[in-house]
């Protein structure tokens, strides 16, 4: 049924580029597929994405016909990395254009898609057997067996697919290793080590920007060239990790990728396709090639007109977007000096050491105080400024490890602290991490109330000790009623998920006025955190005006026998405002 269904890439996001048009990078390109001994891409592709990668249309011919890819590049890529960093991105992407395994790929994502929607996009199946098992018994009796047989299948094809899988996701691993091996023989190992370490930093600084842009939604900014400001943004985030700027771009080492890692708990993927950055930059140092006289020109210098072609990606980006309001295109000064004042605006004074990033202190007595002699430097030093992160990281294993225990991972083995266990001894390790989440929060305890006790001296000595704990009492209190709204998001997202569900009209209708209670305890509190003052320069006069008359007006979300989804979007975008207040 589903063998010849075709599998089409979407290509909205790209712009298709001719030899023609950008003689310079098919130049480029030519020389990649020379020293690659490997064939030319079948068309180019341009999007604004930070990466690069080969793709092709599958269908069920693709399994035994060659395959002509298709390469696509991101200009936000191309701004991150310099010449010999591209070449060697793409060296390694034309790697995969060698490989016979690219074939397998093919067979096995076909075999895959066959065998999933056999098992599980078989609806029109299941209700014709039951047409059929409602003519008469007698045809009941053939169903019924004919059932089971199909149930016996269905649950070997379900091991076949786990199977077919993981066997898949090592060869892809494998071709991985085998893509940066070409890789390094082109352009040698370095340029691809490097730009592997910058990766996760430029597509974190471009998220970042595009971030900034949907919080400008409703005032219709977009953005006069994304790129120029990725590469600003990539160098402030650098500034700001302590990271030197080298050839115009951030110097990212192996300790700025770990400074953060303080996980003890070690689970080798089986389903992942990628190694880990750290293992393919472990297999390229063994390769140890290095080529002399590296260009380490910007890799835009491969375009005819970088700036031009730039302003044209990120046209076709925001023009995707429907605006409430007229477009207002920002200017790179306007955009770095709203941006940094965002950034200053909600983010903690780096003197902190990033010790509240993750951390929110609320278990200070303001009772029993203590003289301090503490200092600032003491109490603010990397190593406690770590512990906060120790704890979250701590509590993300927690969590996994209690999924493994209860199956939900399929793993056999895992390390925990350089111990490996069965997945029969999670209890072990969890046990060993619940011990460890209660020093840990003991340890932050203690602290705060060092922190506590050494402010509360400190203004003592500057006669604004009430200020300070007039200021204590407010921040306890706003803690305390993030905790009461999270709460309340929570029963509010559980007593709407009948509206997925397949729900009779009479149950729909008494749900929604159970609702009740709970829309308006989500009203008043909505109006209260509109009139809060840390508020009043982050909402538009717009929403502010929409929340009053969602929390001044009855609204019907069922009427008759039908949902009114007009009123029903009225309702979600509350809550997604409640959840954006609260954040």
């Known amino acids: 049924k589903f063998l010849f269904k075709r599998n089409k890439t979407d290509l909205s996001n790209f712009t298709e580029v001719k030899r023609s048009e950008e003689p310079k990078l098919f130049a480029f390109i030519d020389e990649i597929v020379a020293e690659t001994k490997t064939n030319f891409p079948k068309k180019v592709f341009l999007s604004s994405e930070v990466n690069a990668s080969v793709f092709y249309d599958s269908s069920f011919w693709s399994m035994f016909l060659p395959i002509k890819k298709n390469l696509h590049i ?95 996701m090592a060869l892809s691993r494998e071709m991985e290793f085998h893509a940066d091996e070409v890789a390094a023989n082109v352009t040698g190992y370095i340029p691809l080590k490097t730009s592997l370490l910058r990766m996760d930093l430029a597509d974190k600084s471009y998220n970042s920007i595009l971030q900034f842009y949907e919080n400008k939604f409703s005032e219709g900014w977009i953005s006069e060239n994304i790129f120029k400001e990725h590469t600003y943004i990539m160098n402030f985030f650098a500034d700001k990790q302590g990271i030197a700027i080298v050839n115009r771009l951030p110097e990212v080492k192996p300790e700025n990728t770990n400074s953060f890692n303080t996980s003890k708990l070690v689970i080798k993927n089986q389903w992942a396709s990628h190694p880990e950055i750290e293992e393919r930059i472990a297999a390229l140092e063994k390769i140890g090639i290095v080529k002399p006289n590296p260009n380490i020109e910007p890799a835009s210098s491969i375009f005819m007109d970088a700036p031009e072609t730039e302003k044209k990606l990120t046209q076709k980006l925001f023009g995707r977007v429907n605006y409430p309001t007229e477009n207002i295109k920002i200017n790179f000064d306007n955009f770095t000096k709203e941006f940094e004042a965002d950034y200053e605006r909600e983010s903690f004074n780096e003197a902190f050491k990033g010790y509240y990033n993750q951390h929110s202190p609320t278990n200070f007595s ?78 932050l305890t203690f602290h705060d109330q060092k922190v506590y006790n050494y402010f509360h001296a400190l203004t003592t000595q500057k006669n604004k000790t009430l200020e300070f704990e007039s200021a204590s009492k407010k921040y306890l209190n706003f803690d305390k009623k993030f905790d009461e709204n999270f709460e309340l998001n929570n029963q509010i997202t559980e007593a709407l998920e009948f509206i997925n569900k397949e729900t009779p009209f009479e149950i729909i209708r008494d749900l929604f006025e159970s609702f009740r209670p709970l829309e308006n305890k989500l009203k008043e509190e909505l109006k209260n955190l509109i009139n809060l003052p840390v508020y009043q320069n982050e909402l538009n006069s717009e929403l502010s005006k929409e929340i009053n008359e969602f929390s001044n007006k009855h609204l019907g979300y069922f009427i008759g026998k039908e949902y009114k989804n007009d009123q029903l979007q009225e309702l979600f975008k509350m809550i997604n405002t409640f959840q954006f207040l609260n954040q």
């Open 74 to 168: 991101g200009m936000g890529l191309v701004n991150s990395v310099t010449h010999d960093e591209l070449k060697a991105i793409l060296a390694h992407e034309f790697g995969h254009f060698s490989q016979r395994t690219m074939k397998v790929g093919s067979f096995v994502y076909n075999v895959n898609q066959i065998i999933y929607n056999m098992l599980y996009d078989n609806d029109s199946y299941g209700n014709l057997i039951h047409k059929w098992g409602n003519v008469s018994g007698y045809f009941s009796i053939f169903v019924a067996a004919a059932v089971k047989i199909i149930q016996a299948i269905q649950w070997i094809l379900q091991k076949m697919y786990g199977i077919v899988n993981k066997s898949y």
């Open 366 to 443: 303001m009772e029993n105080i203590n003289s301090s002699t503490d200092t600032f430097e003491n109490l603010f030093n990397d190593e406690i400024a770590n512990v906060p992160r120790e704890l979250a990281t701590a509590q993300q294993d927690l969590m996994i490890l209690e999924n493994i225990k209860l199956g939900h991972y399929d793993i056999n083995t895992f390390d925990y602290e350089g111990i490996k266990y069965n997945k029969s001894e999670a209890n072990n390790a969890i046990n060993k991490i619940e011990d460890e989440i209660k020093k840990l929060q003991e340890k």
